[in-house]
């Protein structure tokens, strides 16, 4: 009944749509013609400017804050273009490679204002002070996560593992900040939060791995030029989908625009999306990810009491769990259904020791098991489901009788206190954005293009798997330093799965000393749990500053 309901609505909007198409009768009762199309106004740069302190570790740090935005152009964009026949001679337009959507003498009208907020410290040289570069992931996610609950100089308080209360929310001077560190610059993705996209063919301009690359690109570099940065530190610090645009990202900027960064830090890593816990059954002969998730489940049961005479130390646990996963456990799935019983049996019984799911339900499952259905069944006696995000978090099971999770408890429970607290000091303290609506997350999933074209290659190809641009991006830059931060209760991007996807980069073994790695008893927003965010400043505060003398002294 719902899809009939989605495809007549598709159809009444397509019957509207013809008949709209169509110019009305003039008083002679022929057709009138249609008016011209409204002209698309082009988006221009904003600035607002405020000013503010933190305290950090018990010194004051004064910053200017800037909200603003800045307008960014899809590849194929020439600043030099004509955009008339007659403003360019013959030669020229047959030499000029058009880009899509767009004749040979014309740019594309598709263009991206990014929106952004920047702290900068006072009375810092610019050479002498490091930039870092923020953003979500999604695709679709704004930065309103990393910004309000990580590293920004005011913090949302939220209640732990559990739903926080409703409005009003405590937003206080975030003594985690780090600005201690580096000047701060946290970027919405085109078409979110007050990003905004427009022109012809506008989607498929921003919305794929590729084409948001290439918009970050632009929009780095052009925030370089605007603040006087190009010679100062420069980090990038992507989460989640983040990572992956992180990857494609520095590669870009470094091989593509002649930009050298000191470091990249990515918290909640995927790479490769191959490997992902959500949807290996789509996937059959890959068992890679029912392996890579494994360790996060034992650390999920272990938290919720779900194993009987499990190690009480938890790193003791996952090691354990992590040689099984890549012998025993990786030897049965390959083998398939070659796999005799007793060997079924036994695999089975360690699934059941670590995960804490039921011994029958791990064989009806054939031995594999994914993320959601993991979610929806290990608190299955108590009408629970577990968090996606955060495995520490738990709700209400919405469908007792689901095969998989419904929702993610974790963004029920503090999803409206990150947006409501934005809102509030965006308007109120950083006095921006009173006339327009900030959009936390849009559903770019349904519509985003997933190929990428690698490094070296010639054409995209249908995988999104951006670990040979890491690779890339490190062996080009041999410099470039790298810190992987995960949290161990994380369904979304398992740690594990960084981990291993780090491993199997294809560059020389030595760069793999390049690599720092740091584990956290969090999720997939580290930061949500707070002893937690304490470390990951610690981490990536020391990170920033060891790279920067490192790169200061070659």
Known sequence: MKRLYILTVGAMFAVGTAFADEAPPNAKGTAAAKPPPAKIEAFKPEEQASEGAVTIAGSRIDYQAVAGTLVVHPKGWDDAAKTTDKDSSKEDQQNRNPPDGASSDQNPTAEASMFYVAYFKKGAAPEARPVMFLFNGGPGSSTVWLHMGAFGPKRVGTAGDTHSPAAPYTIRDNDQSLLDASDLVFVDAPGTGFSRISGKDKAKAFYGIDADAYAFADFITAFLSKYSRWNSPKFLFGESYGTTRSAALINLLETDRHVDFNGVVLLSQILNFDLSADGPQFNPGVDLPYQLALPTYAATAWYHHKLVGAAKDLPVLLEEVERFAMNDYALALQAGTALDQAQRDAVAARLHDYTGLLLEYVKKADLRINGGEFEKTLQDDSGTTTGRLDTRFSGPTMDPLSKE??????????????????????????????????????????????QHQPPNFPRPLPIANVMLDLASAMKYNPNLKIQLNAGYFDLATPFYQGVYEMRQLPMPTKLQANIEYKFYQSGHMVYAHEAALKELHENVAAFIRDTDHLAGEQ
Do not use: C, E, H
Request: charged share 25%; no cysteine; proline share 7%.
């Open 405 to 450: 999770a419904d929702y993610d408890p974790q963004t029920a429970a503090i999803g409206s206190a990150y947006a409501s607290a934005f809102n509030d000091y965006i308007r109120r303290v950083l006095k921006y954005g009173d006339d327009k609506t900030y959009k936390p997350m849009i559903p770019l999933w349904r519509i985003w293009n997933y």
